[in-house]
């Protein structure tokens, strides 16, 4: 078996080219996850609830600015590499000076705003200005964006690895030697730094020079007029994942943000499962449709069916043992959290409802409702967090989380006449009865086939 799957790649180059760009950027995955898994933990315990919720309310502080960097462009220079590899330095160029210029602009924009929310808080405006500095760096992304329209991701996939390991190999030493937090903040920096360096090598021994980019008005024009709008996508998804994080540093202290931190990165850590499993559902699916319309909303149905029941498998023994798992990760310090990742796990359900419905509106064509959900989500999430965390503190915070993610699931669908019948068969999934026995009236066909 193995032969025959070898040499049906090597017979098809770009294949083999395009499996091996994908195991590449599939081993950087994993190698991220390892490293921040076990690093991590040992960072959290070290810096302790009040200085590790410090370093992610500037991160998420910072996350509001992000999708201003660069006013979207990244997002599709990927397709005109593609599309017009010969015009690669004006594309090049017009992107790193449109990215650049931004992030100077947005460096300086943190650092003020920093000053007017968290006033006489010098600690606060350091870790801000370290973490800042960062955003001209992405400005050599557009390296990164030219090697993967090239299917080598092999290079960028080695740079950012080397820069993270070295930049966990100084946290790690300034854990030893007991530094304080500012160093963790330098320490991420030089991730950055590292990795702009050796994708300028790679450039480089790639034949390529950056002294040939140059900018173009009329390219940059072109650009933004397609990119603007993915501002504005980039921003209700940063409010909808960071949001609360800022607003539990302003409204109560970073003790809390760092005990929130640790609960909703636990809770995050299976969010991609969805993804996952629609990435194989969905062919069968989209199939489906070319057969029958009811056909189609048959499979829909069913699929509507294991998205809402299967996070459960999840959801259950994390929020009945949610205070042991904390502890056993993160030490007694942190045992309060315990709490809140009871509560927070449970947007795991709407996060599935919530892949499920986007994949269905991307197919149908309606990216319009999409947007719509995920804007009268992120809204909610905000009005919801200015209500619920100065009577429940963080805990409110995760309510907020978990109802503004449904709200985004279920009610955004009301709103529409093509979305109501999916609200409906939403609805009709939360009947268990009615799940199980067409589960049974299933098996029993297949077994009697």
């Known amino acids: 078996m193995l032969s025959k799957i070898n040499s049906l790649i090597k017979d098809r180059p770009i294949l083999e080219k395009i499996l091996k760009n994908i195991s590449w950027l599939t081993l950087e995955r994993g190698f991220q996850l390892f490293l921040s898994v076990f690093v991590g933990i040992w960072v959290v315990r070290y810096l302790g609830p009040s200085d590790f919720g410090l370093m992610n309310f500037a991160m998420a502080f910072g996350s509001i600015f992000s999708p201003f960097i660069g006013l979207g462009v990244s997002s599709i220079l990927l397709r005109e590499f593609i599309k017009h590899p010969e015009n690669k330095n004006v594309l090049s160029g017009t992107a790193f000076w449109i990215t650049f210029v931004t992030g100077v602009i947005i460096t300086i924009s943190m650092n003020i705003v920093i000053l007017f929310v968290r006033p006489n808080d010098f600690e606060a405006f350091l870790v801000v200005f370290v973490l800042s500095l960062g955003n001209v760096l992405l400005a050599f992304d557009v390296i990164s964006i030219w090697f993967d329209s090239k299917t080598e991701s092999n290079k960028t996939v080695l ?123 969905l062919p069968s699916l989209i199939k489906s449709k070319l057969v029958s319309k009811k056909f189609y909303q048959e499979r829909l149905q069913k699929l509507f069916d294991f998205m809402t029941w299967f996070p459960f498998i999840l959801i259950l023994p994390i929020f009945f043992f949610s205070s042991q798992i904390i502890v056993f990760l993160y030490g007694q310090e942190y045992i309060i959290a315990g709490q809140t990742l009871a509560i927070s796990i449970w947007a795991l359900f709407a996060v599935f409802i919530k892949v499920a419905v986007e994949n269905y509106l991307l197919n149908e064509n309606l990216t319009k409702i999409i947007f719509f959900t995920s804007f009268l989500g992120s809204i909610s999430n905000v009005l919801l967090n200015l209500i619920f965390i100065p009577f429940w503190g963080i805990n409110g915070a995760a309510l907020t989380t978990v109802i503004s993610y449904l709200i985004a699931s279920y009610l955004g669908l009301i709103f529409f006449k093509e979305t109501r019948p999916i609200f409906i068969m939403l609805l009709k999934s939360l009947n268990l009865v009615r799940v199980l026995n067409s589960f049974k009236q299933y098996c029993t066909s297949r077994i009697f086939k």
Do not use: C, H, T
Request: proline share 2%; glycine share 4%.
């Open 159 to 281: 740079a950012r690895n080397l820069g993270l390991i070295f930049s966990y190999m100084l946290r790690i030493y300034f854990i030893l030697a007991g530094f304080p937090l500012i160093f963790f903040m330098i320490a991420a920096l030089f991730d950055s730094v590292i990795r702009v360096i050796l994708f300028l090598f790679f450039y480089y021994k790639d034949k390529q020079n950056i002294f040939l980019w140059r900018f173009d008005f009329q390219v940059a024009k072109k650009l933004l007029s397609v990119s603007w709008p993915l501002i504005f996508s980039g921003v209700m998804i940063v409010i909808y994942m960071k949001i609360d994080q800022v607003m539990i540093g302003l409204m109560l202290s970073d003790y809390e943000v760092g005990l929130y931190s640790v609960a909703v990165k636990l809770s995050e850590v299976v969010y991609f499962l969805p993804g996952v499993i629609m990435v194989s559902l």
